[in-house]
């Protein structure tokens, strides 16, 4: 306890995140570890409780999935608090992808990455002044994030969203897009791109592939942005030819590497997903905010997952348009 009998560590718990059974261990454990335990009650909870504790903890911990620690990060930021206060996560939702990505496999070897793991410095994503630590998705509807099976995402990773999307009501609205990408520091231009869009991935720790949990450079700088174009839909209704989208042969991926991003609809405004957190708009501007959060990670953290070689952005079909 601080002097004033505020918390030094404060565990934001999620009691309904998952399937529900995480409850008591990790209060259980929390306590053992020195966490005053404050438990979320509604929407928004997460973010007000991390904004309270943030100003006097020295570290605040998300029990749940991205999303609850989606709301405890934006607390943290709204405290301004990023640069004082260590974040850490309990997985205990039903994706855990960052969680996976910070090396961090479960509710137990969590608590002992709070004790005895690295910490490092990590981006944070900026959409519109909202924080994500994961990934930002449009064209990606909500009904298809919430239905969207754990069995599914775990065999076909971001993608199964949109797999789900079509198998649900078998059509997809293109998105008519203009992107527009700032100049990168490793001779990245700042580059326009247009047109029909199925999907848009702007990935700040994770990284567009098939697997689950493709970890993404979180200590650059930057994000990788893939554009999935409207074409690729006939495609994407064979299940097998899935996994195609993802060869540095497909003509229907367009990939950047930048700092910072605009996004603009020239139709309708698109729903986009934080961490799983919803934000609607017509035009997003994204940007990076470089090694603003201290976060606890486990062993199988890599701060450079592609060891020092560029993980291959430029495709056969990534010309300006």
Known sequence: MGSDGASDRVLVLNPVSGSEDHVDDVIELGVQHGFEIRKTEESGDAKRLAREAAPDADL???AGGDGTLNGVVNGIGEADELET????VVPAGTGNNFATNVGVRGIEHAFAVIEEGRRRSIDVGTADERLFV???VGGVTAEASSETTSESKAELGVLAYVKNTLDTIGSFDSLPLRLETAAGPNGESARAWE???LFVFVGNCRRFSGSRAAQANVEDGLF???IVEDAATTDLLGGAALEGLFGADSTHIV??????????????AVEYSLDGEMLETRTLHLETKPTALRFAVGDGYQPDPDDGELWPISVSNDGDR
């Open 60 to 62: 605040v911990a998300a």
């Open 224 to 226: 990788e942005v893939t």
């Open 85 to 88: 206060t260590t974040a850490a």
């Open 195 to 197: 047109g029909e869009a």
């Open 134 to 136: 994961n990934s930002c």
């Open 255 to 268: 990939r950047r590497r930048t700092p910072s991003l605009v996004l603009d609809s020239r139709r309708d």
